[in-house]
């Protein structure tokens, strides 16, 4: 049997079953090393996660991060990030507080090939230079 080289660079996700997914992904997230790359599985995840680090996450499968109709569904405040391949959903609907998607406050960012359905913004990007 082959050692797995690559454990600690590559995290892999299950799709959330149970109330507790907003932990498990946050979890996944504080639990990566910065440069990281996350894999989300399809299902569901529940969203309001703050990204502090640089990291990847893909979706494999259109996984969705639901928001459940509050606040940010991902909020990005860490320089080289990216988000890709999944369906970003359900924000709140404050236009005071400019409940996006995702919401980047960082520069290099990269949001790519993601669907958003009934969010208030898609993308919002602030301090963010160079990202795409």
Known sequence: MRPLVFALAVLLALPAETGSAAEDLQALIDAAEPGSVITLQGGTYIG???????LTIT???WPTVDGRGAGNVITIEATDVTIEGMV??????????????ISANAPRVRILGNRFENVLFGV??????DSV
Do not use: Q
């Open 59 to 61: 979706g494999v499968g």
């Open 124 to 129: 919002f990007l602030r301090e963010a230079s």
């Open 88 to 101: 970003i959903a359900n924000t709140g609907s404050s236009l005071a507080n400019e409940n996006a998607g």
């Open 48 to 54: 309001n996660v703050v990204i502090d680090k640089p």
